[in-house]
């Protein structure tokens, strides 16, 4: 049955994961060396999940840098916990596709905090600013926990209802 407790939370883990398509990870202002007039030139520079982006003004912000296994993980775990969705009369194969997808999902949270940090964390960039969508993969860690706990709980009941019989 698809109106399932983890039903739900998967979806809104995979909510979450599109989510993280739209939303920055960080800002963060990158300072040049210093030029012969005695101006230091400075970029404006936004990441996200499909790369880094330079912010010129008020328009939309122009690709500076893409990332590849960003996005590719983020639609590898979303197809996941889609398939754990519809494997509803599995349970068994539930519980391991979803410790599968915590695993991805922690692989995929180690590797944003790397490349945020890298980006970030260098000599020349200042006023560092994290947006919502660093706490996403997270809240995404966290849905999954439930799931997997809500998936168990049905399969203890199932289990038990087989040994009355």
């Known amino acids: 049955m ?44 936004e990441l996200r999940l499909m790369g880094k982006y330079l912010a010129e003004g008020s328009g939309d912000p122009i690709v500076y840098q893409q990332y590849i296994t960003e996005p590719l993980l983020a639609l590898l775990l979303a197809s996941l916990l889609a398939f754990i969705i519809f494997q509803f ?4 194969l539930q519980i391991t596709a979803g410790r599968f997808a915590l695993v991805i999902s922690c692989a995929f949270l180690v590797l944003i905090y790397a490349t945020v940090g890298k980006e970030i964390n260098s000599p020349n960039s200042i006023n560092r600013d994290y947006g919502w969508g660093i706490y996403l993969p997270i809240f995404v860690i966290g849905l999954l926990f439930l799931a997997i706990k809500a998936i168990r709980k049905d399969e203890d009941l199932v289990r038990s209802a087989d040994r009355i019989r």
């Open 2 to 45: 698809i109106q399932r407790i983890q039903s739900l939370y998967l979806f809104i883990a995979i909510c979450c994961i599109a989510a993280l398509f739209f939303v920055p990870f960080a800002r963060y202002i990158h300072e040049g060396e210093l030029t012969d007039t005695g101006s230091v030139p400075t970029q404006q520079f």
């Open 89 to 92: 009369r599995n349970r068994l």
